[in-house]
Each structure stands twice: as C-alpha cells, then as structure tokens.
T-cell receptor, first 109, second 114 residues
Framework: GIQVEQSPPDLILQEGANSTLRCNFS?????LQWFHQNPWGQLINLFY???GTKQNGRLSATTVATERYSLLYISSSQTTDSGVYFC???????????FGQGTRLTINP | DAMVIQNPRYQVTQFGKPVTLSCSQT?????MYWYQQKSSQAPKLLFH???????NEADTPDNFQSRRPNTSFCFLDIRSPGLGDAAMYLC?????????????FGAGTRLSVL
C-alpha cells in the first residue's frame, strides 16, 4: 500500500520564525489533506490540496502531484501553532485516508 | 455551526466493562468513520459506514463494534475493554468516500481503562 512519510518528525522554533513541513507519498493520490492536531487532541482541517497551491492567512500549502510531495508553510509562527501536523492521502482507486506519522511543532515564546 | 460532536470528551471505564462512545453530525454527510489514536501515533481507521453499509478494517479486533441508527449518529461499542484499548477515539465524517473525500473530525473521546 501507499507510504506517507513526513519530515521532520520534530521541529522547535521561536515565535515569529517560518517553517516548512514536508509530506512525501509513494503512489498517485486522489486526495491530500493537511491537519493540525491541537494539544486537546482535535484534528483541524487546514487544507484539501491534491494538487496546486493554496493559502489561508499565515499558512499555505503546495502539492506537486507528479513528484509525489506536499509542503506546508507556516509564516510568523505563534505559540498557538504548536501541536502535531498530519498529512493524509487517499491513494487512487482507494477510499481510505492514509496518515503520515506527523510532525510535532513546538513554538516557544 | 455544522459540526461533528463527540461525547463524552473523557471516559473512564474498568477493565472488561462495556463502554459506548457517541458521535453525532449536523453536516448530513453520508460517511462516518471511527479512528483509534494512541499516544504519539497517527490515527488508525477501525471502520466506517457509508450510509447503512458497514465497512470493517481487516485488523480491527472483534472487541470493537459500531452502530449507525440514522444519518446523524454513530456509536462505537467496546465490548470488553482491555488496558491496551486506552486511547483517543476520533469520529470523522465525509460527504462520500470517493474522489473528494474530505474528512471532518470531532474533538475526540479520550478513553482510560482502569
């Protein structure tokens, strides 16, 4: 089955810094989503981005489907950005979201 | 606001005592999912309902069951919880399981087994 790999596994930054999180997937996908899991455990949808680029405030994401990767950019980080960021993909021909192992982001004041 | 609601947020049960977790949705989505998430791991799909059709993952233990009495509600039943079943349980919904399978998650129920 498809492999979804995220890097780095952990990232510690100071408030105000920018960051780039990467998601590689081993097969073609119909669907790719980025989620933020907050310290209370809820998974918040950030982007549905099977291809192309989207922006939402300080966050943006780019998926290059032909090269099988997606990037999540966070600019001017705030302490509330802390948590675990997951990417998840639905392989072509399948119906199940396959999650990466996540990137744990810690933003220090 | 339309949303996915899980109750309770925290549940404590005793070893072997059946427990039921609840999920409701106001999105009128066709598909409802249950995931198990253990500490520092990614969510793991247990099963999902597409309307009334139940789809079990091959590696979901028989100890876990689910019911969907109507479009809005879905329940996760753990018949005889073991210590290894302590985890966060996440419910999600999507309009359909096809190409544009955008899943929306509830806040989760954190289960402790004593």
């Amino acid at each position: 089955g498809i492999q979804v790999e995220q890097s780095p596994p952990d990232l510690i930054l100071q408030e105000g810094a920018n960051s780039t999180l990467r998601c590689n997937f081993s097969d073609s996908v119909n669907n790719l989503q980025w989620f933020h899991q907050n310290p209370w455990g809820q998974l918040i949808n950030l982007f549905y981005i099977p291809s192309g680029t989207k922006q939402n405030g300080r966050l943006s994401a780019t998926t290059v489907a032909t090269e099988r990767y997606s990037l999540l950019y966070i600019s001017s980080s705030q302490t509330t950005d802390s948590g675990v960021y997951f990417c998840a993909a639905v392989p072509q021909g399948a119906q199940k979201l396959v999650f990466g192992q996540g990137t744990r982001l810690t933003i220090n004041p | 606001d339309a949303m996915v609601i899980q109750n309770p947020r925290y549940q404590v049960t005793q070893f072997g005592k059946p427990v039921t977790l609840s999920c409701s949705q106001t999105l009128n989505h066709n598909v409802m999912y249950w995931y198990q998430q253990k500490s520092s791991q990614a969510p793991k799909l247990l099963f999902h309902y597409y309307d009334k059709d139940f789809n079990n993952e091959a590696d979901t233990p028989d100890n876990f069951q689910s019911r969907r009495p109507n479009t809005s509600f879905c329940f996760l039943d753990i018949r005889s919880p073991g210590l290894g079943d302590a985890a966060m349980y996440l419910c999600a919904t999507s309009r359909d399981p096809g190409l544009k399978n955008i899943q929306y998650f509830g806040a989760g129920t954190r289960l402790s087994v004593l």
